[in-house]
């Protein structure tokens, strides 16, 4: 599934488990949780375009997190 399934469509999804398949940065911070965001294409995420949205990292992406492929 896309974000853009997602945002279309929020109800479906409504406290299900979902997985996408987009470009995610988590940023890590001294003395702070990391924060992630998905975005619709990494140029967005390199342009900072308002088309990304915050996730709850699990455990599993932070340790994979920076490991691109």
């Given at each position: 599934?896309?974000?853009?399934?997602l945002i279309g469509n929020p109800?479906?999804?409504?406290?299900?488990?979902?997985?996408v398949t987009d470009f995610l940065v988590i940023e890590h911070?001294?003395?702070h949780a990391a924060q992630a965001t998905l975005?619709?294409?990494e140029?967005?995420?390199?342009?900072l375009l308002p088309n990304g949205i915050s996730v709850i990292?699990?455990?599993s992406m932070l340790r994979?997190?920076?490991?691109n492929k």
């Open positions: 599934m896309s974000l853009i399934q109800e479906k999804f409504d406290q299900k488990v979902v997985e911070q001294p003395r975005w619709l294409h140029e967005d995420a390199r342009n990292p699990s455990e994979e997190g920076g490991k």
